[in-house]
């Protein structure tokens, strides 16, 4: 199983930007998928996550302008992201947990990563 991250970039403050994260590999299910994103230097932390009912849970310095969602039947998250700021510069990873396959259960998945830069 795979996830595949796209729609980084480079922005300017205020900005908006769509991220998306497509599970591939005959998947049937995922139970939690979420973003997180790491800074130069910096450890990979947590910027929101939603379950397969639709639940999110946001980190607060993201909360009012970013907004996660999903597709199941596309196996698919998204993060629209509002009014960026400098401060959410960072590579962006998607996150899926309890991916149920053809092949079996994956407990965490990683995608690759995609850069998203706001300049000032």
């Known amino acids: 199983v795979q996830l595949q991250a796209c729609g980084g970039g480079l922005v300017q403050a205020g900005d908006s930007l769509r991220l998306s994260c497509a599970a591939s590999g005959s998947v049937f299910s995922i139970d939690l998928m979420g973003w997180y994103r790491q800074a130069p230097g910096k450890q990979r932390d947590l910027v929101g996550s939603i379950t397969s009912g639709g639940r999110t849970n946001y980190v607060d310095s993201v909360k009012g302008r970013f907004t996660i969602s999903r597709d199941n039947a596309k196996n698919t998250v998204y993060l629209q992201m509002n009014s960026l700021k400098p401060e959410d510069t960072a590579v962006y990873y998607c996150?899926?947990?309890?991916?149920?396959?053809?092949?079996?259960?994956?407990?965490?998945?990683w995608g690759q990563g995609t850069q998203v830069t706001v300049s000032s």
């Open positions: 996150n899926a947990m309890s991916v149920v396959t053809t092949r079996g259960t994956y407990r965490q998945v």
